[in-house]
């Protein structure tokens, strides 16, 4: 618990009564390494903080090889397929462990409750979406201005960890491209 206090005083003073009503509500899930915690088309009922763990969001396909990766979340930030989340509709990807993953839980009820009866609520979601909604920006027009090259070393700049904690597969997928591309990349760098 003081992972998300720490994390949320980051982004306002929240009262002790907000603090123990939010906390109240947050349910510990521990998910195996490996494990994939939300499936294709099932609707997606939580957002969870991560105190450890490697989580990577995939959509997949009957070929493993050909698995899109097209996010990770790590220790101290959200995780959700927010978008399944915010309309309570099937999610069109799946959610997995990529390392034994403990997460702050709290569901999509419980979180309406908090945002009616807490001062701070509505500004952690809100906050709390904008972040999400940065990193798929930030995705995106990576995909669309640089070339594979310059995704590769500018993921190895900015996020040197997950190079140690990712298998190349899925660091091929995230950044658009093949595991061989990924291969001659690496040798030419």
Do not use: C
């Not at 994390?7 to 906390?23: E, R, V, Y």
């Not at 915690?37 to 090889?65: C, Q």
């Not at 409750?113 to 940065?134: C, H, M, P, S, W």
């Amino acid at each position: 618990m003081e992972q998300i206090k720490a994390h949320l005083d980051q982004i306002a003073t929240i009262s002790q009564a907000d603090w123990d009503f939010f906390t109240s509500k947050l349910q510990r899930r521990v998910i195996k390494k490996k494990s994939i915690f939300l499936k294709v088309n099932e609707i997606e009922n939580h957002i969870s903080f991560i105190e450890s763990g490697v989580v990577r969001l995939f959509i997949p396909k009957d070929n493993p090889d050909k698995e899109i990766t097209f996010g990770f979340s790590f220790k101290d930030q959200f995780i959700s397929a927010y978008d399944s989340f915010l309309t309570q509709t099937p999610s069109a990807y799946q959610l997995q462990a990529l390392s034994e993953t403990s997460l702050l839980s709290i569901t999509y009820s419980d979180l309406q409750d908090v945002y009616k009866t807490t001062q701070i609520g509505n500004l952690i979601g809100r906050l709390t979406a904008e972040r999400l909604f940065l990193l798929k920006s930030s995705r995106e027009q990576n995909l669309l201005n640089l070339t594979a090259e310059e995704r590769y070393l500018k993921l190895f700049k900015e996020r040197p960890e997950l190079l140690k904690i990712i298998p190349l597969k899925y660091i091929s997928s995230y950044i658009g491209i093949t595991a061989q591309a990924l291969s001659r990349i690496r040798k030419r760098v």
